[in-house]
């Protein structure tokens, strides 16, 4: 079959659908539109449905006419909390709500797949479970973790999983692969500089936590120069500092709260462990105190299976979509979560079009995904299904 060719054959459903979801962008865990929209559409293609899943997440089950091996595919279906500024005519009508992270596009991708696939029910060996997950912004506790919980990994267990993600930073229909590492661990942390308040005339009877928290962001960028392997990517942030009322009062306490990513659980641990200890150090030194605390249940390293990568760029390119290795980014992904379940693959499909004005990055208020792509997404999962399910490859 060649998915490339239907998949064109649909594409008006597949923007319309992208559209609608777009202009209608919901939150992690406030998905409950998008989720009935995709429940409906699985059901009306005769999928076994189940709704609610890990919160407001969908799982759509497609068994095949003759046994095979089970493949999840994943889309992620909420939005971010960000006024639209794109020049769209279905621009978002959810006030300070907008899909600027291509998520509306995968849903829509992912649902054109489910009806390809669905068409192909007798040639299909095996089991498609679609995976319509909530809240990957969250952080944290991001809707993977809570849909694995559900089950959605088991009876039948998954033998492969795929995720596909819209990249801003990549040219239009330019596929992206990368086996091993591709996404960062991104761990929040808070710091708590606590001093001793007093008169601004006065520091010596004070234990200022100003200028200890000073101290300690410039004493913490050390653990990324002089303390983790520096073949090994390691960005430490702090991106918000707070302390103080007035010019003349030396307050109690100051805090900073940064992030820090990494791309191996060994570099991860050992760059948490420092952060704290120069921070305490430091803190120290000066008569202050440090609370160091990160945030728990942080996404894991985003590690693809090298064979499975591999395989699927292959089966891409024969099907003669454009196929690149990808270099790995230290943003993080809670798919990252699937693949602790199964061997699989996380997979980028570009959108830069400037002569459609797609120039601007995920998460920008003005991000534009070139519409043309998405029949590329909805054939790559397709095939990628069809061929990974299928026990003789
Ligand atoms: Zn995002
Ligand atoms: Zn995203």
Redesign the pocket.
């Known amino acids: 079959m060649d998915f490339l060719k239907e998949a064109s054959g649909i594409e008006q459903e597949i923007i319309k659908t992208r559209r609608e979801i777009h202009q209608r962008p919901e939150l992690a865990y406030q998905e409950m539109g998008t989720a009935k929209l995709v429940a409906d559409r699985l059901e009306d293609l005769g999928l076994e449905v189940k709704r609610g899943v890990g919160g407001t997440g969908v799982l759509g089950i497609l068994v095949g006419r003759k046994k095979g091996r089970v493949v999840a595919l994943r889309a992620d279906m909420d939005a971010?909390p960000l006024e639209e500024m794109a020049d769209v005519e279905f621009k978002s009508k959810e006030k300070g709500v907008m899909h600027?992270?291509?998520?509306d596009s995968h849903v829509a991708m992912l649902l054109g797949a489910a009806r390809l696939l669905a068409g192909h029910k007798d040639e299909l060996q095996g089991t498609v479970k679609f995976l319509f997950q909530p809240a990957?912004?969250q952080g944290g506790r991001g809707g993977a973790k809570p849909m694995i919980e559900d089950g959605v990994m088991e009876n039948p267990k998954v033998d492969f999983v795929f995720g596909l993600?819209i990249d801003g930073d990549e040219k239009s229909g330019v596929f992206g692969f990368r086996g091993g590492a591709i996404m960062a661990a991104p761990d929040r942390f808070v710091i708590r500089v606590i001093g001793r308040g007093g008169h601004g005339s006065a520091p010596h009877q004070t234990v200022d936590p100003v200028y200890v928290a000073a101290q300690v962001i410039i004493a913490v960028q050390g653990v990324s120069s002089r303390m983790i392997d520096p073949v090994q990517p390691f960005v430490i942030s702090v991106g918000s500092i707070h302390s103080g009322t007035k010019e003349n009062i030396i307050p109690d306490e100051a805090v900073l709260e940064g992030t820090i990513r990494t791309l191996d659980e060994a570099t991860r641990k050992r760059a948490k462990a420092k952060v704290a200890e120069v921070a305490r150090g430091v803190c120290k030194a000066f008569g202050a105190r440090a609370e160091v605390e990160f945030e728990e249940d942080a996404y894991p390293v985003t590690v693809n299976d090298e064979k499975v990568t591999e395989e699927a760029m292959r089966i891409l390119k024969k099907a003669g979509l454009k196929v690149k290795t990808k270099e790995p980014l230290l943003?993080g992904e809670d798919f990252s979560r699937f693949l602790h379940e199964a061997p699989g693959t996380f997979y980028f499909l570009g959108t830069i079009n400037p002569s459609k004005g797609c120039v601007h990055p995920?998460?920008s208020s003005k991000f534009k995904v070139d519409e043309e792509v998405l029949k590329l997404g909805t054939a790559s999962l397709a095939q990628l299904a069809m061929e990974f399910t299928n026990p003789k490859n």
């Open positions: 971010l600027a992270c291509g998520h990957e912004e993600h943003g995920n998460h």
